[in-house]
């Protein structure tokens, strides 16, 4: 069982780098949606999401005596802030942003769907409806970025055939 509670921990602490790199990416991402009103209210009401499950999954470390990985979070907020600025330059950066999201989305679901699993090995039974709160958000953000993906990307090609800044 200590293994499996060395994967469990590493696994937490990086769903928690996880969360912190999304923060970073959707905040870069946020500022330059003014064009795309339906998608920037989505992406703001999935920050507020996301910090309360980054804000959830540090308890549940603590509460495990392992605090977040310093160096995973930094890292990934170092990548997140490098997609967000290599982004600002590319003519179709909503719609890679949106395609990258949706990608980011289904990691996350997945890796809370190993979180969950893991935890009902170990009988973890505090950190199981974190986890499945966590899912539920992840896989609904995924779902609605799929289905606005149609919407997202003729807003965009209507912008750029008018020569109007497509990318906002």
């Known amino acids: 069982m200590d293994d499996i509670r060395e994967h469990y921990v590493a696994w937490l602490r990086d769903a928690h780098a996880m ?3 999304a923060l970073t990416m959707m ?6 949606l003014e064009n795309y009103p339906v998608l ?5 009401q999935h920050v507020a999401e996301t910090e309360r499950q980054a804000e959830s999954l540090r308890k549940l470390l603590e509460g495990r005596d392992s605090g977040a990985s310093v160096m995973k979070d930094t890292l990934g907020k170092a990548t997140a802030l490098g997609q967000a600025l290599g982004g600002m330059f590319a003519d179709d950066e909503v719609i890679k942003g949106v395609m990258a999201s949706y990608t980011f989305e289904q990691m996350e679901v ?3 769907k190993v979180l969950i699993s893991t935890a009902a090995v170990l009988e973890d039974t505090t950190a ?6 966590n899912l539920a958000e992840e896989q609904d ?3 609605w970025l799929f289905d606005h993906l149609d ?3 003729r807003i965009f090609l209507a ?3 008018a020569g109007l800044p497509a990318r906002r």
């Open 19 to 21: 969360e912190e790199q």
């Open 27 to 32: 905040r870069g991402m946020l500022s330059r």
């Open 40 to 44: 920037c209210a989505r992406m703001e």
């Open 110 to 112: 997945a890796a809370y």
């Open 128 to 133: 199981i409806p974190v986890f499945e709160q």
């Open 141 to 143: 953000m995924a779902d």
């Open 151 to 153: 919407q997202t990307t």
């Open 159 to 161: 912008r750029d055939e």
